[in-house]
């Protein structure tokens, strides 16, 4: 789902975790130019996982041409584009000429790119040049291109003086030079004359195919750059450095920074840029990790080999609620390279003797990194010859030394692939068939080898050995939690039964329940029921319909698994907590998970299982003690190295941090790790409640995009969670007052209820429409429709509702809150969560008010207030509830409405609540008071302070630093930013002549202002 205006949150925050620069476009780069089709897509943000797994917005298939997959960021290079930015920037002189070293794919280009772009922004004239390889190349090329381009750059026109000097310049370099420090000492007149006016960047990328006579030229201008004031940025390949450039280096006159390869998590990031996505396949960043050597260039390229191999799919979306993704389709990674690097493959292949080129070929075959051992059995050479081939492959840069030691590799991964291409496919096979013995003869055997056993089997048509290793492959990913892989590897071997009892136990943790029946349906109709299998496939199933919210097909399927006479089964057990907990029999669901839980004899994954269910039981009425619970299972999870289990435990955990202080941080931990294990059951409810977690901050946009996300997912593998995003979407544009909006997504809410159908009806009355009549200003609506909630809600005993505390806040001021309303508001689910907490306080405090009691009034209010400010970014609430309680407050004469008033009218200025701003406005009127203006104080300036020039704004911090109050909390109060404190008491400072804070909070003590 797209909704129009959505900030691209999740990717953006992922960017600059991992430290990226958006890509920056020049003619100088001409590869970069791809680049638009990717900048003109829609901030947009999606996940790529196996087959079946569940992403969100996806780049428009318009957008990205087949083939095309370029980075929109720079990626790991921070510390370059520093040092770029800053002899770029308007305010510098630019420093000594700085040479950019790296070699061939490391990105030095877009670097360039970079700082051109940046240059031009900061006002400079940018002159670009590029040398070229090729003996026939002219010579002073890459300054031809530069110089020749200036009054495209300037706007320099003919008759103007500059325009002159320009010209003479070019002439000088059309011309063959009578030397190359003449015509250095021309340039240095055009520079100098153009630097009059604007800074100049010259720009020159390749010097490593500079004629020497260029080169001269250059390390003149280079020499003499106070003469002329022009920035130098220069580029040149590290293997390749001219012995010009090494002289410059050594005489310190120009500085060098390497471009080198990029660190691991940096690859990371790039792969999703290119992407567009927020997290990736494991297998999929391995196999690119691995065989990029940390180049942007071989990252991009792998990524559209996949591509055209038709490994990596762009799937369309399937229905309204549902984007289009990216998947990886199939057990086996394969790319194509681009026809360039092909070329240069076959070309240098061609060069080596027959012996080396067959040895070669078989490395190929075993893959990127290889071990040059199999290789005399696979070409029939002897060990002297083996080495003599490998020396000559390498000094032809076909292959290397591994990094890790020990071991060859070749240099790039798209020149194996092209390598083992340019096969046969009989040559293919017959190299296979060998080494796969050769793999059946080690000591771990065939499957003990993963990866290289299945794509040796694979080409050479051996299709037992196949299953045998994908089987072993798939088996181990389900035993180590990584379920994605898992379902990628065993799907390809259905019916195999093997394989459909483990696909379907994997399907079933995973919450899919189309997927268990897809895995179940040969084994169930080919097996008697008292066998093993069958019995480990109805548990699945029994799991999977829990996941997708149908009890009833759960318990009847949990009737095939009959409770063994005489002893417990802890896995029905569970199972059967699950229901219960599902039907909101909390004490049902503890009672047959707590066994489970406490016997460490059992299995860590049912342990952690039973631990969560009594987690989820718990924290419904007691916050602390479900926090204890699911700590139990993280601690066991990681214990036993299950990731799904941890997962399941850190999002637990994490919905406890959205009832205590909304924070998201686990939440996006327990995110990423079932991305990363490829657990979408797990991902659609992290994203739910990231999004619930965002909306109650009032963060209106970043929690779109989580609910988007979780509808997309929910929406594929058929979860609940579908109606509950859609309700958190609605309860957004509640807080916006956007109507038409509200309303659609409360349609789409109702329409994906399914059995859940009364508790959505509650959510919509009271999170949605009661929100959006207090923001509304209408706190009579507000009642109403939390009133409507309440009633839905008594026939849902064990329903979490987050607003209970704000009813009985409104039933306080615009009724009156009973005793038995009290209770019943402590007796509920929820109850204990800081917001119902704090807000029943609240409405204590006010009832105390209204029967006179008004210093427990107003010390119980501000209690509560305290709490609520447990909360991570919560002052819409706090300014929220104290607009709900200001007619009480001013009528029965407690707290500090006043105060209250004019505080809540400038946040709810600054973030646009003009409804409840009016009202505050209204109010002080009413009581006389002075009224905030935007960007305007309320103080009174004395005529001291007036003969100052201190302005109303100042005197309101100053009267906030005579109470010895941080800026922190100065711009809480006032509703600033603290870098605009800051700037009001260093206006304080110089206005008065005084020395620090202490001294003005004396000064105003000493004008009766404190």
Known sequence: MTIPGHDDCARKQRMRACKVTPVVLSWANARSLNRLFALSRPGACDTIHEVGSVPVDSVPADRLPSGLLVAEHIVGRDDLLADIGTRVGSGSTGGPPLLLLADAGMGKSRLLA??????????????????????????????????????????????????????????????????????????????????????????????????????????????????????LLLSSRTADLAPALERLLDRRVIV?????????????????????????????????????????????????????????????????????????????????????????????????????????????????????????????????????????????????????????????????????????????RALAHVALDLLRDSPDGAAGHGDLALALAEDAGDIGTWREVLLHIGLAAADRGALGPAVRSLRPLLPLPAAAVALAEVQGRRGDHRGVREAAEPILGSLPDDDAAVHRIRVALVRAAIAAGDLDQAEADL????????????????????????????????????PVAEDATLAPDLRCEALDILGRAGRTFDVARGAAWFEQALAVAESAGDPHARARALHELGTIDLFDNLRVDRLEAARTLALEIGDPHTIAHADFHLAEAYAARSETLPARRSADRAIDLAARIGSPVLGWAWLTTARTYAHERDDPAMEAAIARAQAAAGSEALAIEAGIAGRVRGIRALFGADRAAALTHLDTAADLLADLPGHHFPHWGLWALLRSTEATLTTADEERVRGTAGADTRSNRALLAAAVAVRAGRVGDRDTATTGFAEAETTLRGYESIDWLVHLSRWTALPRARADGWGSPEIWAQEAVRWFSEHHHDPLATDCRRVLKQLGAPVPRRGRGISQVPEQLLELGVTSREVDVLLLIALRLPNADIADRLVLSPRTVERHVSNLLTKTGLADRRELALFAERLGLA
């Open 559 to 594: 009737r095939y698994l009959p409770e063994r006479s005489g002893s417990r089964d802890p896995a029905r057990d569970v199972l059967a907590a699950l229901i219960r907990l599902g039907r909101g029999d909390l004490t049902g669901a503890m009672t047959l998970a707590s």
């Open 114 to 231: 970079y700082a051109v772009e940046h240059a031009r922004a900061a006002g400079l004239w940018v002159l670009e040049g590029r040398a070229v390889d090729g003996e026939a190349t002219e010579g002073y090329r890459s300054l031809k291109e530069a110089i020749g381009r200036f009054d495209i750059e300037s706007g320099c026109q003919p008759g103007d003086q500059l325009w002159v000097t320009w010209q003479s310049a070019l002439r000088a370099l059309t011309l063959t030079p009578d030397s190359p420090v003449g015509l250095a000492e021309e340039l240095i007149r055009f520079l100098r004359a153009a630097s009059r006016r604007v800074s100049v960047l010259l720009v020159l990328d390749d010097l490593q195919w500079s004629d020497p006579d260029e080169l001269a030229a250059l390390g003149y201008l280079a020499d003499n750059r106070a003469a002329h004031g022009a920035r």
């Open 256 to 428: 060098a920074r390497n471009v080198p390869p990029l660190a691991a998590e940096a690859v990371t990031a790039m792969v999703c840029d290119c992407l567009r996505v927020d997290a990736v396949d494991p297998a999929l960043l391995d196999f690119v990790r691995s065989r990029a050597a940390g180049s942007p260039f071989a990252v991009e390229e792998l990524l559209a080999g996949l591509m055209r191999s038709g490994v990596l799919v762009r799937e369309p979306a399937t229905n309204a609620d549902t984007a289009a993704r990216w998947v990886v389709d199939g057990p086996r990674l394969r790319t194509i390279a681009p026809p360039t690097v092909a070329a240069s493959v076959h070309r240098r292949l061609a060069a080596l003797s027959p012996d080396a080129r067959a040895i070669v070929q078989a490395a190929a075959v075993l893959g990127h990194e290889f071990d040059w051992r199999f290789l005399g059995a696979m070409t029939s050479l002897d060990e002297r010859a083996v080495a003599a081939g490998l020396r000559e492959a390498a000094d032809a840069g076909l292959i290397v030394d591994d990094d890790h030691g020990g071991g060859l590799r070749f240099r790039h991964a798209l020149t194996r692939d092209e390598v083992v291409r340019g096969l046969l496919a009989p040559e293919r």
